[in-house]
């Protein structure tokens, strides 16, 4: 079941609304029960096993987090209570995700005899699994409050994010559950919320689904493609992935709100970005700062205390310095972005575009640090410029999100580059669609910024429609009935959002 079938949108989502309108009257226990509740059975819709999977990890965490709470005046206690909660964190999330493509990689080419086959992968365990991480380490740090087992299993399980995000962190959503307000349905939430979903939904089936095809055909059969039709494929499966994410996020977002419950941001126009320093800010937000604080910080800290212990500058002048830009920058950058790239799947080519977009974030701060900001090189490259050349740039790298298998990413990324010749050409249809798509990615304004939401974002906005606002007026609703319509009977069984993998 996902937000985009009729149990889901007819059945799951009213039984869920009612309940909470209804429990609500017996105070705030009761209300965020009967939502965790909901979210065990959501979960449980995939594969009913996968619950006891997600149950052991809650259940595991939740004790463990009551024994680090419990040692504070036991510090080395305390620690390696930490410790071992992390590692067996890493060690379910590596047993499922990277065990097995590890021994079939190593079967493959004959350093391991016995073929283990594959096991099946826990949705969304990815998310579930770094959220309570990085709840273990607070807590440890004394940055996290205990919590009660309702509370915290709803923190873990709420159904908008528990499979594909965004990763919350606690010191943004438990304090809501903690809140006592009044557990009602609000009007102004509910049709806000409704809004946001009916437009992200809109995004995912009308757009996202309607392009996949052209995408597809690139990746399922890419030998002795030309480079136009490489590129149409490649260009294609760019604006596929921007408005499936962007339509799930919406929907996440929507769905919360519909509970008055308020989520971070995971998405904002990062096809927009001016560099894909930019580009980390606006793509995956949430995923970007967990890695951030937990990652990224820590190295270069640590980077900066043996400098310092060495007698070396960490002054922004030493950043400009081959030395100090190695250790404080391009070592932390490149760390976290293999990460990322292991994050999003355990195959090498995931690990290659991570490792890519590390080196594209490198460049990007070199050019920061050693360019001067009023240089004449800064002014032969203005926004204008910049905005595309970002967008190419991530555009390259999604052949290896996207492809199936390393040999795959190489033949496509051979015909981009012409080794099998330019191919046929790009139909009228086709390139004014990829024309229409780019139109509504770069000069739209996006859709937290239609329903006046704050993105957190200060910057200049080039939008065609700045006042285009969303206000609960009947030419606004009839827009979103017949988007809503549209949706249902454009719809496709079995379709997925791409985010559901990791």
Known sequence: MTFLTSRFLFIFLPLALIGFQLLGRLGRRFAIGWLALMSLAFYGTWKPIFVLVLLSSLLMNYFISRMISRSEARPRLQHWTTVAGVAANLGLLCYFKYLF?????????GLFRPDWGQ?????????????????????????????????????????PYVISGPIVHHKEIMPQFAEERRYRLNVDDFA???????????????????????????????????ALLSWQGVLTYAMQLYFDFSGYSDMALGLARMFSIRLPFN?????????????WQRWHMTLTRLLTLYLYNPLALAASRRRAAQGKRNSRKALATLDGFFSLMFVPT?????????????GIQFLIFGLLHGVYLCVNHAWRA????????????????????????????????????????????????????????WGWDTALLLAGLFAWIWFMPNTQQVLQQDSGSDEKSWDLFPKLHWKPTLVWGTLLVGAFVLSLIYAQSGSTFLYFQF
């Open 101 to 109: 493509p590890l021994l079939g990689f190593l079967h493959f080419h």
């Open 370 to 425: 050693f360019v001067p900001a009023g240089g004449k090189l800064n002014r032969l490259l203005p926004t204008v410029a910049c905005v595309p050349l970002t967008f190419l740039a991530v555009a390259v790298s999604l052949v290896f999100f996207r492809a199936p298998s390393l040999d795959a990413c190489w033949v496509i990324l051979g015909g981009m580059i012409g080794r099998h010749g330019s191919g046929a050409a």
């Open 267 to 279: 998405f904002n126009s990062p096809y927009k970005a001016a560099g894909v320093i930019d580009f």
């Open 192 to 226: 806000l919320g409704l809004t946001w979903f009916v437009m992200g939904l809109f995004k995912k089936v009308m757009i996202a689904d309607r392009i996949a095809p052209m995408a597809d055909a690139l990746f399922a059969a890419p030998a002795g493609v030309g």
């Open 119 to 159: 096991v099946a992968l826990p949705l969304g365990i990815s998310f579930f699994t770094f959220t309570q991480i990085a709840y273990l380490v607070d807590l440890k740090q004394g940055q996290a409050k205990p919590q009660s087992l309702i509370e915290y299993s709803l923190f873990v399980t709420f159904f």
């Open 334 to 346: 490149m760390a976290t972005m293999l990460l990322i790239g292991a994050w999003h799947g355990a």
